[in-house]
């Protein structure tokens, strides 16, 4: 993996460390559905316009695919994370989400577009183990609303970790901006609707919709673009190894822009963290590698 490539997916952890806080804050404010297809209404206006300014022409023979990843990659986990918020603080979020990196890592050996390695296995238990020492979690309530939003969370992590390697597919037959727009407006089609049913019980607040427009111009729109971009150079489990560094910089947000408190183990995590992403992307900072792509089976 190149330097830059290394150095954008960082950048996109700290945004997508700051995107489960707004989430957090909006979403008992607005209600998961509200909050999902706002959000994802917020990302196709924002991809659309930069589409239509850039004049890429929209890949009408895909759009079964399109759907499939709006659906797999945006719509249902963008309705779990904002359901289970009602219920988790956005430390447990951010740690649960890190399992999107096993499953895409065992989704990607399955469709045959990686290879399963003992170092990768190795990079995933260590990431695992830095999260939960970041996040500094104690006994988890086992209460059954709490028990399903975490079982919310584990099977948005899964369906993304489905739509990974799906996604890295898609990007070797379509352009990156094609591809976020068509997902976000094959989202749009299913949670739009649920948004317009419930919005007369929504509290749209300054907060909630300042919250609101970060996750769906930034988070969703813009750094679901460059990920994209991303992800057509390199392997799926890589792309989606920021799911690792997002509970450190969620940490980190939380800290400065809420005065919460830091654990003990924060420095200690981060070093399992960024070691385990520098196992399962393969990226070795001492050593200048060419980039290499991920051979990808034919359509």
């Not at 709490?146 to 992590?157: E, N, Q, S, T």
């Not at 909630?208 to 057509?232: E, F, N, P, Q, T």
Request: positive net charge.
């Amino acid at each position: 993996m190149k330097h830059a490539h290394f150095l954008q997916l960082v950048g996109l952890s700290a945004l997508w460390g700051a995107s489960f806080l707004f989430i957090r804050v909006a979403s008992p404010l607005l209600g998961p559905w509200v909050l999902a297809g706002v959000r994802v209404a917020l990302a196709t206006l924002t991809l659309g316009v930069i589409m239509w300014v850039l004049r890429h022409r929209w890949p009408w023979s895909h759009w079964r695919d399109l759907t499939r990843l709006g659906l797999l990659a945006v719509a249902v986990p963008f309705v779990l994370y904002a359901w289970a918020a009602l219920r988790l603080p956005a430390g447990y979020l951010a740690l649960l989400n890190t399992t999107a990196v096993l499953f895409t890592t065992l989704a990607s050996a399955w469709l045959g577009d990686d290879r399963l390695t003992p170092t990768k296995l190795a990079g995933c238990a260590l990431g695992f183990g830095g999260v939960a020492l970041i996040v500094g979690l104690g006994p988890v309530d086992t209460t059954a609303p709490k028990l399903w939003a975490m079982l919310a969370c584990l099977a948005a992590a899964a369906s993304y970790g489905l739509a990974s390697p799906l996604m890295k597919r898609a990007t070797q037959r379509m352009e990156p901006l094609a591809i976020a727009l068509g997902m976000n407006v094959s989202a749009s089609v299913v949670l739009v609707p649920g948004a317009v049913w419930y919005a007369p019980q929504a509290e749209f607040t300054g907060t909630a919709l300042a919250s609101v427009v970060a996750l769906g111009v930034v988070s969703s729109g813009l750094a679901g673009w460059l990920h994209l971009r991303i992800m057509r150079h390199v392997s799926p489990v890589a792309a989606v190894s920021p799911a690792f560094l997002i509970p450190l910089f969620g940490v980190t947000w939380g800290h400065l822009l809420l005065d919460e408190a830091i654990g003990a183990g924060l420095l200690a995590g981060a070093l399992l963290v960024l070691l385990a992403t520098a196992l399962v992307t393969g990226f070795n900072p001492l050593v200048r590698t060419k980039l290499v792509d991920v051979p990808m089976p034919k359509p």
